[in-house]
């Protein structure tokens, strides 16, 4: 096993936001994802850091959801950015502003600020947008950290940096978008789509944004960063909600096969790749829902 990155003595991440709040819940969804990450370790006088990965659509509802579930912005010690969409990113700024944090480290791959566009039925940009420049996150308090290779955050916590190798079946996105390369358009490949990785001692805990780099890939690439041949859980959302059949059978074949505890799905995964997870997983599989509490060790809240 290789420990050059050490290990976590604990873990919790809590959902601010997902498309799903669940029943008789009075916290906000939103078409997004975000997710408060405790990381707890031992290092000298440092026992853990908090991470915010990715920002939702929107400031308001993620912070308000905070102040609904008691967390602070100001604890808020790094920030991860999963892909440059609109839903992961366009509540960064407000965040931060709200953090009253000099220089707080914005992790992201150096990709992020590309120009990202459908074009069906019409032309929508849905990247980052002008109010989550480089200059606007700068004068709002963050650092911006750029890289598409594996990054060491702290002891037990990598970034899976861009994901190289794809598996077959992965090897395109199910998001058809278009970018710009040199002043022309090309099909958008999504090459910023990252993804952290968390070594418990019961395994890694893999958290995405979309998956739009196929879940499998990342969970592969995962393995052979760290050496860890467990997966004690997936958390995220898997981007199968354009899915066609054929693809979701082939992820769903595939989680089966690989020695992974539990999957936590939600966000794009899509309505039919949900049903279809509950049904080959069972218990193994659980919706994530704004405001669910995952801990390790330990279970859901």
Known sequence: MNQEYGYLKSLKITVLMDDYAGYDSSLLSQHGASYLI????????????????????????VLGNMEALGKDPQDIDLIFLSHCHYDHTGGLVGILQ?????????????????????????????????????????????????????????????SSGEIK??????????????????????????????????????????VTGCSHAGIISIIETALRLTGVRKVAAVIGGFHLIDGEDERIEQTINSL??????????????????????????????????????????????
């Open 38 to 61: 405790e990381a707890g370790y031992e290092d000298g006088d440092h026992k853990g850091r908090t991470i915010l990965f990715d920002t939702g659509q929107t400031a308001g509802p």
């Open 98 to 158: 709200a953090s009253k944090r000099c220089r707080v480290p914005v992790v992201a791959h150096p990709m992020i600020f590309r120009p990202a566009f459908t074009v069906k039925p019409a032309f929508r940009p849905v990247g980052m947008g002008p109010d989550s420049s480089p200059e606007a996150i700068r004068e709002a308090g963050g650092e911006m950290i750029l890289t598409g290779e594996p990054l060491s955050l702290m002891p037990g916590v990598v």
């Open 165 to 206: 190798e794809r598996a077959g079946f992965e090897s395109s996105p199910t998001l058809s978008l278009q970018t710009l390369q040199d002043g022309k358009q090309i099909p958008d490949q999504l090459v910023d789509d990252t993804s952290l990785i968390f070594i418990m001692n019961e395994g890694l805990v893999v």
């Open 256 to 301: 089966s096969g690989m020695e992974v505890g539990m999957v936590y799905g939600g966000h794009c995964s899509g309505l039919k790749a949900e049903a279809r997870l509950l049904d080959r997983l069972k218990d193994r599989f659980c919706k994530l829902r704004t405001g669910m509490v995952i801990e390790f060790p330990g279970l859901e809240k």
